[in-house]
């Protein structure tokens, strides 16, 4: 597990100014008590690392003090700005969950960018929130978790299942999957189950997987209009949220040129903090389907986790 070492914990009063290094910080649910941008918003608390504040000493001719970019906390041992909102920090019973990399620059109403007319903060600092509090001082260290996104790949398929033919559809959307969080830098474990055209075996892995709290969920096969058809008609009673219009772009995107493609009744959602997205059983359609999903999955998972990513 990654160490990241505190070198100084800092507080201001007021927004737009520098932070006064302290003796400890007291985090609350809101923040850090005291300090100018505590709130019950995403940006609680700031830090930046001195692998930051090094390029910006050689670039300023001059020592930068901790709290001169107004973060809360100085560390040192991890280039933070390779973190991802949803990792977290944690320092005994305390845990900081990031919530946002960099921010817009202040410009000239910030201290540090009228001296120097530059600013290493909307790059590399980064943001949390408090999800649980305590008493942070300079020595300790923060353990780095990155987030592991979890994820169930389902096919449903009669014969596949039956040993009669490959399951490629599925195969296909492990594939797809595992190159985007790959070129994202992102953790990620994919479960895959292959299963017969059975409602009852689909219901039983949904609920299963609401309970652990599965990031993703990704069916393929069922969603047409045949008599063993149902995915859409078991997946639609256990969602909390629909996202109709993602599914509705992509049947008008390729049912322009393929009319067939305007009978999938594919479907998406939010079932507890689980996205779902029911694909056709083809590899083509997963092909097309995967493009627009993945264009907005992460905004999604912020989303529902109650972050901004505009």
Known sequence: MQQVKIISVNIST???????????????H??????????????QI????????????????????????AENIT???????TAHPLDRFTSGEIELE??????????????????VGNCVMPKEGIFCRVLSP?????????????????????????????????????????????????????NYFIHYSLIPDDQYKLEELLIKAKEELVDLIITTGGTGIGPRDFTPDVVIPMLDKEI???????RMKYGAEKPAALLSRSVAGVM??????????SVRAVNEYMAEIIKSLMHMIFMLHGLDSH
């Not at 007021?14 to 609350?28: R, Y």
């Not at 560390?75 to 700005?81: C, P, Q």
Request: proline share 3%; charged share 25%; with cysteine.
């Open 75 to 81: 560390t040192s041992g991890m280039n933070l700005w």
């Open 98 to 115: 990031v919530t946002q990399i960099g921010k817009e620059c202040h410009g000239n109403s910030c201290a540090i960018f009228k001296e």
């Open 244 to 250: 109709p219009g993602i599914m509705e772009s992509i």
């Open 30 to 43: 809101l923040g850090v008590n005291c300090d100018a941008h505590s709130g019950n918003w995403n940006r």
């Open 134 to 186: 305590g008493i942070l001082k300079a020595g300790m260290e923060l353990e780095f978790h990155p987030k592991m996104y979890r994820i169930l790949v389902i096919t449903l398929s009669d014969r596949a299942s039956a040993g009669e033919y490959e399951d490629r559809s599925g195969a296909r959307i492990q594939e797809l999957l595992s190159d985007f969080f790959v070129s994202q830098h992102i």
């Open 272 to 281: 507890g903090k689980s996205l779902i997205f029911t694909l056709p059983g």
């Open 46 to 69: 700031s830090l930046l690392g001195t692998e930051s504040t090094g390029k910006f000493e050689a670039e300023a001719n001059r020592k930068v003090m901790p709290g001169e970019f």
């Open 14 to 28: 007021e927004k737009g100014t520098i932070k006064k290094p302290a003796e400890q910080i007291e985090l609350s």
